[in-house]
């Protein structure tokens, strides 16, 4: 088990013209503040929440001095700034998807997502794999990038495609050493169908529980995800359980996915969640909304975020793998 992550829709101008070139060339270069996705060889793990397609790798960048080159063909993704930073900030990171074998055989959805930091001029990452059910994986489908980074005279590797197919084979161990622990808690009652979890932080019985997250969709005939909002009913419920989720973490979800300019938000934006305060994105008869702080408004965007959070995230995944899989014993999953 573990990891409490994060929220996304996209993409500057900038950031969609290069992205279109990535399409027809097969590399591109990013830059200025975005978050531009690009295609999995091995698969999403929810195909259709994509469009039905395979642009569901991702690539952010937090700031308009790191930019980044993506070059398909050689499976690498370079990252370059020449910025010093007064303390240690994350500046872009890279969000992969696969697919790995369970011990029981079952074909399960694995991500890996990897943070890119500066601190002066010096760069770090942190990395981690997000998985649905808990245990170790093997078959692993991902597609093998490098990421490097820039020095004065030279590029550095940070990552190689070897370290991240180790982190999806044994996710709980790389939290392990990250000292990073997540409890999952599945929250249906019996023949429940709507997917429905508590996130807690720490192990078993020290574990706090930090947020909710339940997705509703009372019109869906059956249980596929993208199916379930395209019958234009249902909502995606965040609850913060605990005042002491990290402002930072907030803010970078609400970048991620495409909600740090809602007017409504900017309260949430500045300070964070406050103890039992929910956000909620849905649809209502096909027209989306937000809902914050008991305030409600239309947002054409809220299915577009929706879809990145149930495709990019911990949380999401959890929640969609859960959605769509029938009821049995109570599972864990592992995340950072």
Known sequence: MRNFSSLSVRRTAMGLALAGA???????DFAGRGVFNFKSDAGCPFAALAGGGSECNRLALDDADTHAALDAAAHTIRFASTRSYPEKTIVGDVLL??????????????????????????WSVSSHAHSPVSGEFDDIRID?????????????VMLTPEQIVEALARPSLAARLANVFVQVDDNRADGARDAD??????LSRASKSVARARFRAPGAKGRDLAEAMQQGNWTLELQALSGQIPRQVVQRDLF???????????????????KNE?????????????RYDGQQREFAGADAAARAFLQDSFIGLVLGWQQQQPQTAKTKADGR
Do not use: W
Request: hydrophobic share 35%; charged share 20%; net charge positive.
């Open 197 to 202: 979890i508590t996130i807690g932080l720490g």
């Open 97 to 122: 998807q696969g697919s790995g074998r369970a011990r029981d055989g079952q074909r399960v959805p694995l991500t890996f997502h990897a943070l890119l930091s500066r601190s002066g001029t010096e």
């Open 256 to 274: 991620l996915y495409g909600l740090e300019s809602q007017s409504l938000l900017q309260p949430l934006l500045q300070r964070g969640f406050r």
């Open 278 to 290: 929910k956000l909620l994105l849905g649809a209502a008869n096909g027209k989306g909304y937000i």
């Open 22 to 28: 990535f399409t027809l060339a097969g590399a591109a």
């Open 144 to 156: 093998p990038y490098k990421v490097t980074v820039n020095e004065p005279s030279t590029e550095r």
